[in-house]
């Protein structure tokens, strides 16, 4: 037996003999599902000799026998009256364990008792791809019309930074492109500016605009929240099952901040000293807190990567001993930066102007040391700590304030999709940035899995020529051109001052200005102006609006045949 756990009261598997029972019975399972008719394989047990069997164990046996590939929302309603009151945990099984799967999955959606982006993760994650059946489970379990409620020239999954931005340039290029952008939110946030909130630097309402105000006139706004993907049938599927068609996609939602993975994070954010200026309503939260802090310990943490804007958790770091050295009481207050990575910053040649000011604020480096746990009213963290040699311990910290960066991960309708790659994140050609098996999706922003830095500035960089490539692909335009990685991270180093690291794929430095203008690797007063008054207005009247200033695509040259 090959058993597959799809959740704990769960598992499939293939064809089982009577012989099998016992082992089951053992492992603790109490009920046991046929859905393979007697007599469909030539050397298949007959399930009465499964029940004689079961019926000796001690396991209830229930048969509901379901013929290949004719799965019917009857056969569902059955299974999932067998869910709701057999003993559990339970085992199903049929030739591969794929129809009980099916069933499983249809059964949960009608009965509502997970979203369908859980399914589809839980499945996949038991060697199961029910992509085949997402129409069905976006309506509740059941079969739907097949034709699309709608259809695009261009569907744009996301109303992010990415997505407008792309939305923006393809209208710049053909106000007659006919695109939509599909996207739930009510609200567009500036979330560069969310650190400088938590420096006490901007108002939070300084980074919130409505999305309908920031969209691009032309595009069509589908506010709905997608469930699963048809590429095969150039089709997404939304929640309540409503089906857009596309000719060409454009993939860019952003990522998950996965709190609920540290335990204990979530019951305590926003109070008991833990905070974040990766949500917005936290990040004034940690201002409250730095201007409040008087003496103690304060600890920062970094999660594994990657992560959207790596420079920000210590940014915070910077930010907060900065206000303490100004307000004369850095002397009484502990800094530590717990990082699960092995480095300060990803690109060596930063590094160094980084050090003079951990040095400068005191601060404590600990690295490979990974928050798990945290227990706000106690104030004590715990950390999975692991040496060069890959040996690990549970550490504790006790804590006055501590600034969490949540670890990240692709949305679960991403993950759970034909569309990623084995980590989860959207599979692209790191230059193209066209999906490595489907010729008409191109993905952006941090949802992708080019191995760049995923920051604000990337997508400004992405989004020019992720439209120029569709444009290319649809014959029109200058030709296709190449992403370099380039990416950005102001790290503000204090309050006035700014190391700006900007570069490409490999660490290659790719700064956008003379040195004797702004040299990223010392830190410059002019950087922080950049940062403080001129970007946050090209994003919303720039980078929003499709003007490519300074990041305008080059189609690239064709390689010479030999």
């Known amino acids: 037996m090959d058993i597959k756990e799809i959740t704990d009261e769960i598992a499939v598997s293939g064809q089982i003999a009577p012989g099998d029972v016992k082992s089951l019975a053992e492992a603790g399972y109490k009920t046991i599902i046929c859905n393979r008719p007697d007599g469909e394989g030539g050397d298949q047990p007959a399930f009465d000799e499964i029940r004689q069997a079961a019926e000796a164990a001690g396991l209830a046996a229930h048969y509901l026998p379901v013929v290949s590939g004719k799965v019917t929302d009857a056969d569902a309603a059955a299974f999932a009256d067998i869910l709701k009151s057999a003993q559990k945990p339970i085992f199903a099984f049929c030739r591969s364990g794929a129809r009980s799967t099916t069933l499983w999955s249809l059964a949960e959606a009608q009965t509502e008792a997970r979203p369908v982006a859980d399914i589809l993760a839980k499945t996949k994650a038991a060697g199961y791809d029910m992509g085949g059946v997402a129409r069905r489970l976006a309506n509740k379990g059941r079969t739907p019309a097949e034709t699309p409620d709608r259809s695009f020239e261009v569907v744009i999954v996301g109303a992010g930074a990415a997505g407008i931005s792309v939305a923006a340039s393809l209208l710049e290029r053909d106000p007659t492109l006919d695109v939509a952008i599909i996207d739930p939110a009510d609200i567009h946030y500036y979330q560069p500016g969310w650190t400088l909130v938590g420096g006490g630097v901007f108002e939070a309402d300084e980074t919130v605009r409505t999305l309908s105000s920031v969209l691009p006139s032309q595009v069509h706004w589908i506010k709905a929240a997608v469930a699963a993907f048809e590429p095969e049938k150039n089709a997404v599927i939304l929640d309540g099952c409503r089906v857009v068609g596309y000719k060409r996609l454009v993939v860019c939602p952003g990522l998950k901040l996965d709190w609920g993975k540290i335990e204990g994070l979530t019951e305590t954010l926003g109070r008991n000293g833990v905070t974040s200026n990766y949500r917005f309503d936290l990040a004034p939260y940690t201002w409250e807190l730095v201007r409040g802090m008087k003496e103690g310990r304060a600890l920062f943490t970094q999660p594994p990567m990657p992560i959207k804007c790596a420079g920000a958790p210590q940014k915070a770091l910077y930010l907060s001993a900065d206000h303490w050295r100004r307000a004369g009481v850095l002397d009484k207050i502990d800094i530590e930066f717990l990082n699960a990575g092995a480095v300060l910053f990803g690109v060596k040649e930063y590094v ?96 992708m899995n080019a191995p760049n830095a995923k920051t604000a500035a990337a997508a400004r960089k992405q989004a020019p020529i992720v439209a120029q490539n569709v444009m290319a692909d649809m014959g029109k335009g200058a030709g296709v051109a190449h992403y370099d990685g380039y990416g950005s991270c102001p790290l503000t180093v204090e309050r006035g001052r700014i190391v700006l690291a900007e570069f490409g794929y490999g660490g290659k430095l790719l700064p ?22 001129i970007l946050p207005p090209v994003y919303w009247k720039a980078m929003l609006r499709g003007r490519e200033w300074l990041v305008k695509p080059v189609a690239a040259k064709p390689e010479k045949v030999v």
């Open 352 to 447: 160094p102007a980084l050090m003079e000011y951990v040095k400068k604020y005191r601060a404590q480096l600990s690295f490979q040391h990974n928050l798990e746990a945290i227990d706000g009213p106690a104030k004590k963290a715990w950390f999975r700590k692991t040496d060069a040699d890959g040996n690990s311990e549970t550490v504790e910290r006790a804590f006055d304030m501590i600034h969490v960066c949540p670890p990240q991960c692709a949305p679960d309708f991403i993950r759970a999709s034909a569309l990623a790659d084995q980590a989860g994140w959207v599979d692209v050609d790191q230059n193209t940035l066209r999906h490595k098996r489907y010729e008409n999706v191109w993905s952006l922003g941090d949802v």
């Open 512 to 533: 956008s200005f003379p040195s004797w203008i702004v040299d990223g690797k010392k830190p410059s007063r002019l950087a922080w102006i950049l940062k403080e008054k």
